[in-house]
């Protein structure tokens, strides 16, 4: 609906289970972004990919692997998490990062995960 | 100092009522300024980009101070439709965006 698609939409893992999730956007788009949204907390920026490159990691843990294999798909791989990573993850893109590009954000509807 | 304060709400409101929010951000250096709007348990979307000189879109006016480090929203005629958290973004040098927590809105009958 919005140009960016995320499965799952609902995910619940156990501790040491692997899971992926996953983002597409058909707007054309060359910059991609992984966040975090937990109750009642502001959006948390995790990574920026621009043209395929990760230019930022926001300090995230190892337990969260992103991977981005071209422009148009963003990929959490996701292992060993721990219960306050439940929350929900939301994919967006933008034209690009740079002064004009940055400045709109389309996100994709998210994937909100319960790790029990 | 949280980088961008908002006040979480909830505002509840009836319909056909004005209400403002405001929102605090502590980066003087911060270059752009957006409302984002989110429904319930669903994606933020861009509601407008604030300028410096103010603007308005319909029934919603946003203003900018850089003095006093804040940024506004006003909806005048609140319809059931705008209830919605509204989000603060502020970009800072280097392109960073951030987020604040949002504010509550419910609008009744």
């Known amino acids: 609906e919005t140009g960016v698609t995320q499965t799952p939409r609902h995910l619940v893992m156990g501790m040491t289970n692997k899971k992926s999730l996953k983002c597409e956007q058909h707007?054309?788009?060359?910059?991609m972004y992984w966040y975090k949204q937990s109750a009642k907390k502001p959006l948390e920026l995790m990574f920026v990919y621009n043209f395929k490159e990760q230019t930022e990691n926001n300090s995230v843990p190892s337990r969260f692997s992103p991977e981005c294999p071209n422009s148009s798909h963003l990929f959490l791989h996701l292992h060993t998490l721990q219960p306050e990573d439940s929350a929900l993850y939301l994919c967006?893109?933008?034209?690009?990062?740079?002064?004009?590009?940055?400045?709109?954000?389309?996100f994709g509807a998210g994937s909100r995960l319960t790790v029990l | 100092r949280k980088e961008v304060e908002q006040d979480p709400g909830p505002f509840n409101v009836p319909e056909g009522a004005t209400v403002a929010f405001n929102c605090t951000y502590s980066n003087s250096a911060s270059q752009s300024f957006f409302w984002y709007r989110q429904d319930c348990r669903k994606e933020p979307k861009l509601l407008m980009s604030?300028?410096?000189s103010g603007n308005e879109d319909g029934r919603f006016t946003a203003q900018l101070n850089r003095a006093s480090q804040y940024i506004s929203l006003l909806i005048r005629d609140s319809k059931l439709s705008d209830s919605a958290t509204y989000l603060c973004v502020v970009r800072h040098s280097g392109n960073k965006l951030v987020f604040g927590a949002g504010t509550i809105l419910r609008v009744k009958s």
């Open positions: 967006a893109s933008s034209p690009g990062t740079g002064t004009s590009g940055a400045n709109v954000l389309t």
């Open positions: 707007l054309g788009h060359n910059a």
């Open positions: 604030v300028y410096s």
